[in-house]
């Protein structure tokens, strides 16, 4: 069974910086890309995600610039160092993988596309003006 843990998160005031953590366990962590979605009400955005091809780090529009990704494989975590956070910001964050479906979509388009393999619990970002 997959699963993903999360920590970090939580009440920052604008400007400030914080960092998200997502720990992978049943899966072979290189099969797969691994990063985080934001969902506001009914709304989802993909946040930025990693390991989805060939030095593949990829960011949305609006964490481009702000946002670092970064893996380490020994020991299967994924973290997300958020800069110069902004009230836009808050939300509920998710990490998530998707690996390949030959045939169908590569893990990086799924992930784009919000089909996920396995999310993990969810850590409240609040971002304070």
């Known amino acids: 069974e997959v699963q993903l843990v999360e920590s970090g998160g939580g009440l920052v005031q604008a400007g400030g910086s914080l960092t998200l953590s997502c720990t992978a366990s049943?899966?072979?962590?290189?099969?797969?890309?691994i990063g985080w979605y934001r969902q506001v009400g009914r709304r989802r955005e993909v946040v930025s995600m990693i390991?989805?091809?060939?030095?593949?780090?990829w960011y949305g529009d609006f964490s481009r610039g702000r946002f670092t990704i970064s893996s380490d494989h020994g020991k299967r975590t994924a973290y997300l160092l958020m800069n110069n956070l902004e009230p836009e910001d808050t939300a509920i964050y998710y990490c998530?993988?998707?690996?390949?479906?030959?045939?169908?979509?590569?893990?990086?388009?799924?992930?784009?596309?919000?089909?996920?393999?396995?999310r993990g619990q969810g850590t409240q970002v609040t971002v304070s003006p």
């Open positions: 049943g899966l072979t962590f290189e099969d797969y890309a």
């Open positions: 998530a993988v998707a690996n390949d479906r030959p045939g169908y979509a590569s893990r990086r388009n799924r992930f784009l596309v919000l089909e996920y393999d396995a």
């Open positions: 390991n989805c091809g060939d030095n593949c780090r």
